[in-house]
């Protein structure tokens, strides 16, 4: 053998030893990171797959990342929403009608109890997570429902809700307070007759509906509207009451009104033969005149049905009033006008005119149409869309809203607190109106209320959500697994080579360094 041939040898030896300790290194970084290479480029084809695999992963991320904001959003909100759910019950459990009981500031104590639910309800509206009002649809730069002290007072100019409801009282029960009837008595050959007319027919006041008398010696003529004869003119309903005679005491007559929401009330009025006349009776004269007795007893009834229709403007009508009022300031317009802005009645107080700009706007949110769930949309999946906007002017919030103010908003003092019959109207308005507020608040148990159905539909929100995360989830499990196969090494096996190459590697050394240090003749006894 030659010497070039040991020093091929060596030449070999060496080779196989850098080789070794190679291997040995990408063990040892394998045994570190736990990856099979530094690069997608080392894994070969496998490579392009675990790197869709890995900007899948990236892109569930995003899609669980936008969810958990959505979730975190929908959860307050359906706490929220549960809050003035319950808002709305304890508003009919606080309100007694029969409960009259005035305060040193000149509130009831319902109406004491109603504020403070009130307040929370706009503070409830105004929820603010992380910069988005959960109200206020796409607009998140600020609150979307006014102060309180604005609704009820107004600002900037704008009227609020006192102002407004001051407005429709005014305009319903008319100058003279007998909501837009006039009365009068006149004598005639044989008969006396109290006329009720109306001077026009205007949405304002009530309107005459007819009439019923117990007695043989009272008829009761009723007219109707004509509104076809003279369209630009109409005609109102009108009633005549006639006495031929002297009734007896303990005899009924009865006027029949229609209130603006469609309501009825029944003016009886009772004979009697002592006193003056009430509004709730009239005097049958005494005088030895027949006619006179009978045109007198005309007179009285006259008086008796202006002071009813005083007392009913002062109770019902002003409670239908300060509803209409109510429903103007909060935008509940039930003709479906377009455009879609409040009214109030004109100047002279017969007909209704547009407010736009001068009531306040006591929502400030996004008001644009459109399906108000889409106001805020988030992307949870590919393809897949889930809507939970909501708005604070939304049916069953501005009715809540209505309800509570416009009950906080009345006045129920007395003009005349040494007066016992002031009081007694300023009590009946009370007991009008609180059972009107209770009615509308109150939710037959049979149904679901307005926000709850709202709540309903966040619900199912917040459920197509989660199924959507725990999918995806399932999905992200299912990709870093396969690409954990393909990217990552099992330690143990490499642990087991890397024992194994070094074992080899120091075996390799042991021998390299015995035949690098033979001499000549020591390699020819080989």
Do not use: C
């Amino acid at each position: 053998m030659s010497v070039v041939g040991l020093s091929g040898s060596a030449s070999y030896l060496s080779a196989l030893l850098r080789q070794q300790r190679t291997q040995i290194e990408d063990l040892s970084v394998q045994l570190t990171t736990g990856k099979k290479t530094e690069s997608f480029g080392g894994l070969g084809a496998d490579g392009i797959t675990s790197l869709k695999m890995r900007q899948e992963i990236s892109t569930i991320d995003a899609y669980k990342s936008v969810s958990e904001i959505a979730t975190t959003h929908i959860t307050q909100l359906g706490k929220s929403l549960e809050r003035i759910e319950k808002l709305r019950s304890e508003t009919v459990s606080a309100i007694n009608p029969n409960d009259y009981q005035l305060t040193t500031d000149g509130a009831t104590t319902s109406q004491a109890t109603t504020k403070i639910l009130l307040l929370e309800t706009i503070s409830q509206l105004n929820t603010n997570v992380a910069g988005y009002n959960l109200y206020g649809g796409k607009v998140s730069e600020s609150e979307p429902v006014a102060s309180f002290d604005h609704i009820m007072n107004g600002h900037g100019g704008k009227l609020g809700l006192k102002d407004v409801m001051a407005r429709f009282s005014s305009a319903h029960l008319g100058s003279d307070g007998k909501g837009k009837v006039n009365t009068a008595a006149s004598d005639g050959t044989g008969e006396s007759t109290v006329k009720l007319t109306r001077s026009k027919e205007t949405p304002f006041g009530f309107k005459i509906h007819g009439g019923t008398a117990s007695s043989s010696v009272i008829s009761m003529n009723y007219r109707a509207a004509d509104l076809t004869t003279d369209p630009a003119n109409p005609v109102p309903a009108g009633l005549d009451i006639k006495l031929t005679g002297l009734p007896r005491e303990g005899d009924r007559v009865q006027v029949e009104l229609s209130l603006p929401d469609g309501s009825f009330k029944t003016l009886a009025l009772s004979a009697k033969t002592t006193g003056t006349a009430t509004a709730s009776n009239f005097v049958i004269s005494k005088n030895s005149n027949p006619a006179k007795a009978r045109f007198e007893t005309a007179k009285s009834l006259e008086t008796a049905i202006g002071q009813a229709l005083k007392t009913a403007g002062q109770t019902d009508l002003k409670a239908v009033a300060a509803s209409q009022a109510g429903n103007e300031f909060f935008g509940l317009y039930e003709d479906g006008r377009s455009p879609a802005v409040p009214k109030l009645p004109d100047a002279s107080g017969e007909l209704l005119e547009n407010a736009n700009g001068k009531i306040l706007g006591w929502y400030r949110g996004y008001t644009q149409d459109s399906k108000v769930r889409d106001d805020k949309i988030v992307e949870v999946d590919r393809g897949l869309k889930v809507g939970y906007g909501v708005r604070a002017n939304e049916k069953p919030f501005a009715e809540q809203m209505k309800n509570l103010s416009v009950f906080i908003a009345a006045d129920f003092k007395p003009t005349d607190e040494a007066d016992a019959q002031s009081k007694a109207i300023a009590e009946s308005y009370y007991n009008v109106l609180a059972d009107k507020t209770d009615r509308a608040m109150a939710v037959n148990d049979s149904k679901i209320s307005g926000v709850q159905s709202i709540a309903t539909e966040i619900s199912a929100a917040k459920t197509t959500i989660n199924n959507s995360s725990e999918r995806l989830s399932q999905r992200s499990n299912s990709y870093k697994i396969l690409s954990g196969k393909i990217e990552n090494v099992d330690r143990t096996q490499v642990a087991v080579e890397l024992s194994e190459m070094t074992n080899n590697l120091q075996a390799s050394y042991r021998m390299t360094s015995s035949l690098l240090n033979l001499s000549l003749s020591d390699y020819l006894k080989l």
